[in-house]
């Protein structure tokens, strides 16, 4: 018999996809489960989006895309979004493509730019699906793990101790999933300078900008002028605009790296749903107060996770600069992070998922969501806190 791909084994399925599953099925089944798992917005999504998809459907938006990397309007609005917000220029016809999700979009990406056998660097804690995909395009994933008790600062000295003559790209999360990590001034410094004298690519994903706390804006390293041409910025609806389900994301960057990314979208996914295409033109180009009533939703639930965790004995949680997921550390503890999850979820039945499936291997994190609405979050805590005394 044939037997599938050797690459096989060097991945898993999407261990929070996996953790979100598991969630609903014990849901379906009668458990008084409380799902921590996803990274989904409990938010619908705003009407007046919603509305743009139905009046597409009945004017006949049902066909493929054209062109096929994006709808003009939806070019030319992501262009005027990313002028804005990641302070660069993109040329709405040569430089973007639109994706079916921003996880295609990264795949596009490391697809267009990695030979077999190159090297990328991804520092630690990252997205679950950052490697794993490095590994499907036939690219070779180098973790580089940075801690808690130095506030998941990326240090030049340390990425630098990572390149080899095979590195060709470093993935920047800022907001970070799972820590909520965003980079300071002299953290860009570091990976601008690294960028130049290494000749490395830069893939900024910035799905969770808008979701940023207490007033302090994501910085975008499309926006630094000498690096700028080195930079495919990752993007899409799913977060922002609450649109998990309606798979619209994007890649944005050099024309050189877009046109590759754009061959393989047409051979690939064709287009994104033009339907959903013509939503997101209602989401980019419409009223945003829907987008900040969210974040301030999250920031709300943020303070309250924060606190609640750290008031639990043994655990720590430290200040969570955006995105909407808690990242706690179980103090002195001899559990694995996996041990910890599944105990969470037996004796709390709260379903996190582990720091291992984030590239943590020195202490044991759990991620828990908290695009969940309050009184969830105020149950989760508190039967995590009356069971904690079992993680030692
Ligand atoms: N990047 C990060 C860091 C994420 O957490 C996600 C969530 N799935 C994505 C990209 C992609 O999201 P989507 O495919 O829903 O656009
Ligand atoms: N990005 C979200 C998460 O980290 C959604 C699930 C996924 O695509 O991994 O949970």
Redesign the pocket.
């Known amino acids: 018999m044939p037997k599938p791909t050797q690459l096989a084994k060097q991945i898993s399925a999407s261990p ?1 996809i996996a953790m979100n599953d598991k969630a609903k099925q014990l849901a379906a089944e009668g458990h008084s489960v409380i799902g921590l798992a996803g ?1 989904e917005p409990d938010f619908d999504t705003p009407p007046h989006i919603v509305e743009a998809a139905v009046k597409a459907f009945k004017d006949g938006e049902t066909r493929y895309a054209a062109p096929s990397k994006g709808i003009r309007p939806l070019l030319e609005a992501i262009a005027v979004k990313t002028e804005r917000d990641s302070k660069v220029r993109v040329d709405p016809m040569s430089d973007i493509i639109v994706t079916p ?6 795949f596009l990406a490391l697809k267009a730019m990695l030979d077999p056998g190159d090297e990328v660097l991804i520092p630690a804690p990252y ?1 679950v ?1 950052y490697p794993s995909v490095a590994v499907m395009v036939g690219g070779v994933p180098v973790p580089i793990e940075t801690g808690s008790d130095d506030n998941y600062r990326l240090r030049l000295e340390h990425l630098r101790a990572h390149v080899t003559e095979r590195t060709k790209a470093i993935i920047i ?1 800022s907001p ?2 799972p820590t909520g990590h965003m980079l300071s001034s002299e953290e860009i410094e570091s990976v601008a300078t690294l960028a130049l004298e290494s000749d490395l690519y830069i893939i900024s ?1 910035e ?2 900008e808008k979701l940023n706390f207490d007033g302090r804006p994501a910085v975008s390293l499309a926006s630094i002028p000498e690096i700028a041409d080195r930079v495919i910025i ?1 993007n ?4 922002a605009y609450a649109m ?1 389900g309606w ?3 994007w890649l944005a960057g050099p024309s050189e790296v877009i046109g590759v990314a754009g061959k393989f979208n047409s051979q690939t996914a064709t287009s994104a749903a033009t339907f959903t295409q013509h939503a997101a033109v209602a989401a980019l180009n419409g009223p945003q107060d829907c987008v900040e009533l969210m974040r301030a939703a999250y920031q709300e639930r943020r303070d309250f996770m924060v606190e609640s965790f750290n008031s639990i004995p043994n655990m720590s949680c430290p200040d969570i600069e955006g ?1 909407f997921y808690a990242f706690p550390k179980v103090d002195a503890t001899a559990k694995t992070s996996e041990e910890v999850a599944n105990t969470i979820l037996e004796e709390a039945v709260v379903v996190g998922v582990p720091g291992s499936a984030f590239g943590i291997t020195k202490d044991a994190h759990i991620r828990f969501s908290f695009a969940e609405d309050m009184n969830k979050l105020k149950q989760a805590v508190e039967r995590i806190g009356a069971m904690a005394h079992l993680l030692a």
């Open positions: 929070t990274g999700g921003g996880k295609l979009a990264l997205w699906s999360n970070c999933n994903d799905i969770y990752i899409g609806m799913s977060k998990t798979r619209l994301g995105a």
